[in-house]
Each structure stands twice: as C-alpha cells, then as structure tokens.
C-alpha cells in the first residue's frame, strides 16, 4: 500500500530555497514533439477540454522564476488542460503574525488567471507564531482554529472571482502534514471555522474538506475511511461541500483494485458509503493529487497507470474533478520518488502520460467498451459504487447491492456479502443467487449462503458433495475437529468431513 507522498515539501522546508532557471530559453513548441507511436493533437486541433482533469502543483510555483512559470503556463495551454491545484499557505502569507504578504501567491495566481486557467487553492500550513507551543514545524496543527478560519476568509476575500475553490489543509490523515498525530476532531475544528468565513467572503466558491492520503492504518497514519467516519462523528457534515481523496497506488492500477484490501479503489467506495450514511450522497469525492513516479515505474507504465486512472475514475457517478501530480520533474533521473512524478522530464521534454492525457483530452476522455457494455445492463443491483474491474479473464463491478459479473450467458449478479465471502479466491459464478445460495467454480465445489438468519458461509469439497437441501441453509463457517477435518452446521443439521471416514451427515 502506498505511504504518503510529500508533496510539499518544497514549501514546508524550514528554509525556502528559491529555484532558478538556469538558461530557461526554449519554447513549448520545440519541446512537444509527438513520438510516432503516441500521436498527440496540437491545441488547435484539440478537443474542448471535458471538465475536471487539471494538474497538482507540489507548491514550486510560488518560488519559480517567472521563465519556469510562464513555460508551464504555456504547457497547460498546448496541453489543453484548464485547472490548476496551487498552494496558498498560511507559513507564507502571514509568517510574521498580522504582517500579510501576498506577493508570492498573487504572481502565481494572476499568471493563471491571465491564462484563463481555473484554480483550486489549497489553504494549509502553520506559521511559526500560530502553532502550540511557538515556533514548530509548519506542519503542525494551528493552537486556534479561528484563527486559521479568519485567514481562510482573507484568502477568499481577496481572490474572489480568481480563485474558485479552496481546499482546508492537505492530507491531515497523516502526521507528515497534519502535526504532531493526525486527529480528525481536529481537522474537523478547522474546517468548521474556515467554512463560513469563506462562504461569507465568496458565496460561489467550492469547499473541500478531507483532503486525505491512502494509506493504511499505522502510527502516524489514520486509515483515510476511518478518518472520514471520525471527522462526521466530531461534526463536519454542513461545512464542505465536497470531500477529496489522493488515491496514490504504484504498484496497482486503479482498475485492479476492487477486490483488494485497503486499495485506492476500496477506500474510495468505502469513503462514499460514509457520506451516503451522513446524509451527503449528493457531494462528490474529488481526486485532487494522483500520479506515478517513474522512478518507481516506467514511462509507459506511468502512462498506462494514469490513463487508466482517469477512465476508471469518471465511471464512478460520484467523484468530481482530477487534478495529475504533478507538471514536471524535480530531478529527472533520482531514486527518490518525489522527484519523478512529472509528466515532463526536468528539462520539459515529454513523457509518454503527457501524450497519453492529451490523447484522452482531444478525445474527450472516451468511455471503456467494459463501461459501456455495463452501462447498458439491467439496472436492477442499485447504484454503480466502484469502476468496471477485470477478474480473470471477464469483468466485475461493485453496485449498491451486488457485484454484478459480466459472464458468458450474461450479467449475474451476486449479493454483496456473497462477494465478499468469495472476493480473495478469483471464482466466478456459475449459477444465479436463488435467495438462498449461490455456486462458484472451485475444481472442488463452491457454495455460498447467505440468509438473514444464519449469515454468510461457504462450503466445499466433500461437504458441499453431501450437503441436499433438506439440511437447510449453513449456519457457520467450516470448523477445524480435533484428530482433523472440518465440520458445518445447517439449519437442520451438520455435516462433519475428515480424511478418512469422507462426509457424516447428521440430523
């Protein structure tokens, strides 16, 4: 499972270092070349860009020279992406308490806004004389919550009508950004200040909350649907307006992730059975940072990955807007992840998921043939909760009530618990659920019941061979006997199995 990506740590360092461009003179029609394989449009002959993919800036652009921040925003335009995630941190702004200074933050954002490229700012980050006690990191939570909401207020109030969403701090699920522990009643108190105070100063602007990193549970890290549950339970419902989610997996596409514990996929379904639960079915989850480092992955897999993502992600009727992390390289070559995760090298030439997004832009981000074929079936298993999922060799999909399978006689569903039950071993139906059970095809005979009244359990082998259904539905799962073999009670009796006397039934 991923860890946390830092990415800001170029504006969380104690001491910012400026970065400069060095000879910075080519221009962005000399640096995209499309290779023949990958075929991308120029700008002019692309598509209208379909809203909701932008790019994640790690915060470099507040100390970029204006020769490295008009190449990006010239990158953007070729590209044909319209959004921009930009930081606006509080350490920069107010880092003297009551002394103001925007200078940083209004280059990047009127650049942008000159460029006609929309932005969601990300409000974050302590200044020294605002943590408890004085002076620590900037990562640490702020000692007054009202304080940081009348910052959150100055922030809207100035960039109304430039800026049309903010974001409340970033991955506070993990101690790497939200300081000393991660604590959701916490995050929730800031939240529930910066809310109103950017409402009154903007009504028309969006609010996020959440923010959170996948991961899973470990010290330091609050598992990201935990987080969401605690951050209703201390009262957040009613000050945001939609949830984010940094979905972060490299060594597993998004698509693959349905049937896997704790994956990107997962959580996200999980994340939305939180909200449904609260009364917020209606708010989407955005991704707001997602990208694949190609020091851990090549350059066609970080392509194939992201592409992937970004298909994947539009299936679900819930989420909302996906900003890439990030534009650009910090080192082109480094072992370290976070120095890779740019769609560009660090001397702008282009990877392939550059090519790959303004392929899926000029094409207006096409739908799967699975999506479709799933799309067209009978809508009789609830709402669509995860993405058109590969299982061997057919496809899967999670929907409210069921996970429906797309098999040879056609779509079977199969109840959600059932699924569950079976989800680890790959099997695939083989018959319908008749109210009672449902077959699978184990070499060795698969059967899952599920009732209201006994719950979910599977049998096999020589007891699914001597089970007839006078015994009735299981009503627990295979017990190891003592000397060897198993044993399952029905309602209306047992089953025991050992090595050599085979199955005993009893009633």
Do not use: C
């Not at 304080?147 to 207020?153: E, L, N, T, V």
């Amino acid at each position: 499972m991923v860890h946390f990506r830092g990415g800001f740590r170029a504006v969380m360092s104690a001491t910012t270092v400026l970065i400069v461009a060095a000879g910075l003179s080519f221009g962005v029609t000399s640096v995209i070349t499309s290779p023949d394989h990958l075929i991308g449009p120029s700008r002019a002959d692309a598509a209208p860009n379909p809203p909701g993919v932008g790019i994640s800036d790690g915060g470099g652009l507040l100390w970029a020279s204006d020769a490295e921040l008009d190449t990006t925003v010239q990158f953007m335009t070729a590209m044909g992406t319209t959004s921009m995630r930009i930081a606006i941190p509080w350490s920069t702004v107010e880092y003297t308490q009551n002394q103001l200074d925007w200078t940083a933050v209004d280059r990047v954002v009127n650049k942008l806004r000159a460029a006609n490229i929309s932005m969601l700012g990300i409000i974050a980050y302590t200044p020294p004389w605002a943590t408890s006690p004085v002076n620590q990191p900037i990562n640490t939570r702020p000692a007054s919550p009202a304080a940081f909401g009348d910052f959150a207020g100055k922030v809207a109030a100035r960039y109304k009508g430039k800026v049309a969403d903010y974001e409340i701090w970033n991955e506070p699920n993990g101690s790497m950004f939200y300081g000393p522990q991660p604590d959701a009643a916490g995050y929730t108190a800031l939240l529930k200040a910066a809310y109103p105070k950017i409402k009154a100063a903007d009504s028309a602007a969006t609010v996020v909350g959440g923010v959170l990193g996948a991961a899973e549970q470990g010290w330091g890290i609050v598992n990201p649907v935990d987080f969401t549950n605690q951050m209703y339970a201390a009262g957040a419902a009613g000050s945001f307006d939609a949830l984010s989610y940094h979905p972060y997996q490299y060594s597993l596409k998004f698509s693959e992730g349905p049937y896997v514990e704790h994956s990107p996929a997962r959580q996200v379904m999980d994340m939305r059975a939180a909200m449904v639960a609260n009364g917020d079915g209606s708010k989407k989850i955005w991704a707001t940072e997602y990208g694949v480092p190609t020091s851990a992955v090549s350059g066609d897999q970080q392509n194939v990955m992201i592409t992937d993502f970004i298909q994947k992600w539009r299936e679900l009727p819930y989420t909302g807007p996906i900003f890439l992390y990030t534009m650009r390289d910090k080192a082109t070559g480094s072992n370290d992840p976070e120095d890779t995760f740019g769609l560009l090298e660090s001397n702008w030439g282009a990877k392939p998921a550059l090519w790959g997004l303004m392929s899926l832009l000029q094409n207006n981000i096409p739908r799967t043939a699975e999506y479709n074929r799933f799309a067209a079936a009978p809508n009789n298993s609830g709402a669509v909760l995860g993405p058109v999922f590969p299982v061997r060799d057919t496809w899967a999909q999670y929907r409210q009530d069921a996970v429906l399978y797309e098999m040879p006689t056609g779509f079977v569903a199969v109840p959600r618990a059932v699924a569950e039950s079976i989800r680890a071993t790959g099997f695939l139906p083989t018959t319908p659920f008749n109210g009672t059970y449902q077959d699978f095809d184990s070499p060795f005979g698969l059967r899952v019941f599920s009732t209201a009244v006994g719950g979910t359990h599977n049998i096999g082998g020589g007891i699914y061979s001597a089970w007839d259904p006078t015994l009735g539905p299981a009503t627990s799962d295979e017990m190891p006997q003592y000397g060897g073999g198993v044993r399952v009670t029905f309602q209306y009796g047992a089953i025991t199995w050992t090595p050599y006397v085979g199955a005993t039934v009893t009633r």
